[in-house]
């Protein structure tokens, strides 16, 4: 079960723009392997990331077959109240990993 | 007229030459920032790493090599095996008892008459002290486990033993560094102690030391040893690696870590 680690400021003054660092350790097998024994790998990479903002979709991305292994992901969020940062990695076979932060907005 | 031709000419092979030197990546000897990475005459990989893998390697977020340190310390205090044990129940709090212990491996085990890799070491204790099932090479356990132990010690000098009882491997593994190999019938020292700062076609060929293993390399796209990165190499100059953990590697380990003595443990470190 990959583990996302997560860095997101737990105090952040109203309007202010803070930044959101991820990364989780995913092989992302792009599917365009073969095994030693010569048989194709199936793909299995994490497809989508989506972060919610106190249930408000706030940053989605979709993911390719060329994203590195263990994805690293950084972007920007403003403060606007305070509650919880939900943060999702969708697996091809359907497993979704998550994350959640608290923060306490001034 | 002809002098002229070929004074314009050395000056584009003059030209080629600098072009190709300033794409190396900058290091200053003197820059305080590469002071860590420097002991005497020898430099780390660090220093031949391109400025944006520094800069990963600089910042413990972005490093992915702490995804094996924090898997690491999931299972030190993991119980496995018959004796119901954790690495924990010995050894206690790993940041205390660990420290240190990584700048010291490879290193002799009076128990086993051998010298010993720290993968061999954690997997002795599960076998003898835990009963528990041996790490498989390479796998994810023993690679965080190894990572966890080693990064407890990082910022400490590589203080490597290579008198005493350990002094038949260390003499081994000079051998074996110094004796040409495979279908480009070369030596580790060739590359490593001869040419260092040179190219190998569009690599920059750094000293070779291993300070910072186990680490994240780009090219792999995940976390190796020490044991892997010497098997690699012995597959770029086209000769049959030495099988994980054998003898022969585990001198070559022995004595490429003495070569690095006194350079800082950087582990996990992130190269290209």
Redesign the interface.
Known sequence: MP?P?V?IPAQAAKGEVFEV?T?I?H??ESGQRKDSAGKPIPRKIINKFVCTYNGKEVFKSDWAAAI???P?LSFFLTATESGSIELKWHDDDGQVYSASHAITVA | MRKSVLAVSVALVVAAVTGKALADPPFDPKDPKMAPYIAGDKRSGYTFAEPETRAMQDDDFTNPGFLWVEEGKKLWSKAEGAAGKACKDCHGDAEKSMKGVGAVYPRFDPHVNSVLILEQKINQCRTERMKADEWKWDSKPLNAMTTFVKHQSRGMPLAVQADGPAAPYFEMGRRLYLQRRGLNDVACKHCHEDYWGQHLRTELLSQGMPNGFPQYRLKWQTLGTAQKRIRGCNEEVRAEPYPWGSIENVALELYATWRANGLKVESPAVRK
């Open positions: 583990t680690r860095k660092k990364t350790d092989d992302m590195s292994a263990n690293y």
